[in-house]
């Protein structure tokens, strides 16, 4: 190795691993007030998606998923989430799994279609006054489809050149 190398190296360490003392300027005050300005505690959520991530609780026994949901969404009991942030199916591989599209088509709608909607209805079955958000991680196969097929019918002069030779 040379010298430098090595040198460059024990530098390296020794600035890396120095102790860090806080003192009283790094010092930050929080002032929480219920009448003040500011942001809102909208309340303690969960989030369903990312490709697979609540599957396999709609496989459980009837009588264990029920427990599970109730640990999870009744007011005072559990975890009693507020808030339930859905994936929004699209038919894609969005990390370990694919979340069903409720939209395959443009004259297809089916909102039983996988299992993200059934969560929220039991969700909302436990507690009414959830919130429920959803989150596309890709986008409708639906509108990537039109996209595409409306390309293959422009002219070629009209059509981006990394899609058509």
């Known amino acids: 190795m040379h010298p430098r190398s090595f040198l460059f190296i024990v530098l390296l360490l020794l600035f890396s691993f120095r102790p860090i003392h806080a003192s009283a300027q790094d010092t930050t005050h929080v002032v929480v007030s219920g009448s003040a300005a500011g942001r809102v505690f909208d309340g303690v959520g969960g989030l369903s998606g990312g490709g697979g991530t609540s599957r396999l609780l709609w496989d ?32 894609a591989i ?29 969700a909302k079955l436990r507690n009414p006054d959830i919130t429920l958000y959803g989150l596309e991680w890709a986008g409708p196969a639906v509108l990537v489809l039109d996209s595409l097929l409306s390309l293959t019918k422009r002219p070629q002069s009209h059509a981006p050149s990394a899609i058509l030779p």
């Open 60 to 91: 459980y026994p009837s009588e264990k998923r029920d427990e599970i949901l109730d640990y999870l969404f009744k007011p005072n009991c559990g975890a009693s989430l507020q808030i339930l942030k859905v994936e929004i199916g699209s038919d």
């Open 94 to 122: 969005s990390t370990n799994g694919a979340e069903a599209s409720h939209m395959r088509s443009r004259t297809d709608s089916n909102y039983n279609r996988g299992y993200e909607w059934w969560l929220m209805e039991q």
